[in-house]
């Protein structure tokens, strides 16, 4: 009998601020993949990635087992490029076919992170919800009540290498500290649902102000977010995606003014925190 699975895997946000290569979240947009042993190897999709053993679902199935035998048959309604954890959600739903196929007992969050390089987006796509990543360990906690968020994903691109070369080696200790501060800050509102908090503690100064220079668009509506109305915005992940986030009662308000100041450039899409995280069914 030939064995398959489907495994279904969040997008994701993260760094969320002030949480760089720390905080993640988990978003209510899916990746999919059907994975069946069928004695060859083929990939079947009509998104523009990778067909052959370069395909990223392809080589998280293969840190665990021989994709020889099996086809991958791909959906997705994640934006391809943009900061939402796609390279994550692919790497994430390879293991997780290979772990529940095989039944390994994998670490599935050590092998993602060797393979994406940082935890934070891995761990959301894994657990769902909000992730707080340390010493190779993932924590997860519920997204609370009450909080919503929108997503303006520019038409443009930005590489993540491009992203990463931005960056110094070394920031300013005020800069560290208020960091600190505001992921603290960022964290406790999260925890205790209090989105006062929440809007206080999603300031930063690590990496968004040194890569505003590669997405000046996102940049502006990062700063413009709160006169719109909502409790702020992060740049989600590497950018050039912003993540606005909202309480539910100012969402569809925010939502309009962000579709004038989106016009041309970029899409808004209404796209909740899910406390779901990667799934593999029969």
């Known amino acids: 009998m030939n064995r398959r699975r489907t ?46 053993k370069r395909n990223l679902i392809v080589r ?9 035998e099996f086809e991958f048959t791909i959906r997705s309604d994640i934006p391809l490029s943009g900061g939402l954890g796609t390279s994550a959600a692919a790497i994430v739903a390879g293991l997780v076919a290979a772990d529940s196929i095989f039944e390994l007992g994998a ?20 657990l769902g919800g909000f992730v707080l990543c340390v010493d190779g360990h993932a924590e997860r906690f519920e997204p609370p009540p009450g909080l919503e968020c ?10 993540t290498q491009k992203a990463r070369e931005a ?3 070394r920031i300013p200790m005020a800069d560290a500290v208020f960091n600190i501060a505001h992921a603290s800050m960022l964290v406790l509102g999260l925890a205790r649902g209090d989105l006062g908090l929440v809007a206080r503690g999603l300031g930063d100064r690590l990496h968004q102000p040194r890569r505003a220079h590669l997405y000046p668009k996102s940049w502006e509506l990062v700063q413009a977010a709160k006169g719109l ?11 050039p995606t912003v993540l606005v ?7 569809g308000v925010v939502a309009e003014r962000l579709h004038e100041r989106a016009e041309g450039w970029a899409q808004v899409l209404r796209v909740p925190f899910t406390p779901a995280g990667a799934v593999a069914r029969f």
């Open 7 to 52: 495994v279904r895997v969040p997008a994701s946000s993260a760094n969320l601020g002030p949480g760089f290569d720390v905080m993640g979240a988990a978003l209510d947009l899916h990746l999919e993949v059907d994975v069946v042993e069928t004695g060859q190897f083929a990939v079947h999709t009509d998104l523009r990635i990778a067909r052959d």
């Open 60 to 68: 998280g199935f293969a840190a665990l087992a021989s994709p020889d």
């Open 107 to 126: 670490d599935v969050l050590g092998e993602a992170t060797k393979i994406e390089g940082h935890p934070d987006n891995v761990a959301a796509a894994i």
């Open 150 to 159: 929108l997503l303006v994903v520019p038409s443009a691109a930005v590489r």
């Open 167 to 169: 960056l110094p080696s």
């Open 229 to 239: 109305g909502a409790l702020g915005a992060t740049i989600s992940g590497a950018g």
């Open 245 to 251: 986030w909202c309480d539910m009662e100012s969402t």
